[in-house]
């Protein structure tokens, strides 16, 4: 016989709404208080958002960024990104590195004294360095970021949003809005609270965040779906219950595998991604909680007709077509 993981039994009575104004309630303040928090303290912006300069090193030997960063670390330039540049093109011998410095004292760009300091430092390690450009980024444009990753983020929003709605119904849209405002409002909240660097990495890791907790959402919905078909005269709140219960082990497989991945990264992957794989590590975990406890929550609270078929469109066009075939 062969041997099969289960974190979760293929069959369980949990009862996710004994305590559904505990849950729920306790979503709703960590929602407020990340939204008090990222309002009164603020974000740690990176360079990408706060505006600096970057230096692009080219070199004959391999680039080691912890030494980088610690012959840099004297010199006090506050955030200081250095990451390898990676390109089929270059020769076995060229080895490219972009030093990413933070505006200093609201300047637009590093004065020439401090380029000088920085690139003697980076010389006293790897004589061989070269320092093939300099370019800086003014508040302006770092202010137009800002503004890109907010409306990239609302946009992605929105087009789950609608895509919900019309494949499902209105009460599942909101049901979804509401799970993923509090997936994103807790990540930048925590981002807050430990004034850990925001940049465009996190953007990139907050998109992919509403696409998971998306994913997980829309599978408990389509099941809900399908269970208020075979069920018509249960009452609704059973019907969610029997819904989570039964795709909860599939749930928690899929976060717990991605959770595995992601620590590992967190742990071994080094400075660089370290700020995107920490809030996807934080997103898996609320967006697992808010499928189980807040979208389903607010549907409840809604309603559902449930004298009109709650039937999948595909299934229907499918449908369709087969009997036209057979005709």
Known sequence: MAFRLKLVP???????????????????????????????????????????????????????????????????????????????????????????????????????????????????IDPAVKFVSTESVGPKVSGELVWTAVWSVLAATLAIVVYVWVRFEWQYSVGALAALVHDVTLTVGLFAAFQIRFDLTIIAALLTILGYSINDTVVVFDRLRENLQKYKTTPLREVMNLSVNETLSRTVMTSGTTLIALIALLVLGGDVIRGFVFAMTWGVIVGTCSSVFVAKNIVLFLGLDRDKTPSDPSAKFFTEKAADAAD
């Open 10 to 124: 293929e069959v369980t009575h949990f009862d996710f709404f004994k305590h559904q104004w505990l849950t729920f309630g306790a979503s709703v303040a960590a929602t407020l208080a990340a939204i008090v928090l990222a309002l009164v303290m603020g974000l740690n912006f990176g360079i990408d958002f706060r505006g600096g300069t970057t230096i692009r090193t080219e070199s004959t030997s391999a680039v080691d960024v912890g030494a980088y960063r610690a012959a840099l670390a004297p010199l006090n330039l506050g955030d200081v990104s250095i990451t390898e540049v990676f390109d089929p093109s270059f020769g076995p011998d060229q080895h490219v590195a972009m030093v990413r410095i933070q505006a200093q004292d609201g300047a637009e760009a590093i004065t020439p004294e401090v380029i000088g300091a920085t690139e003697a430092a980076l010389q006293a």
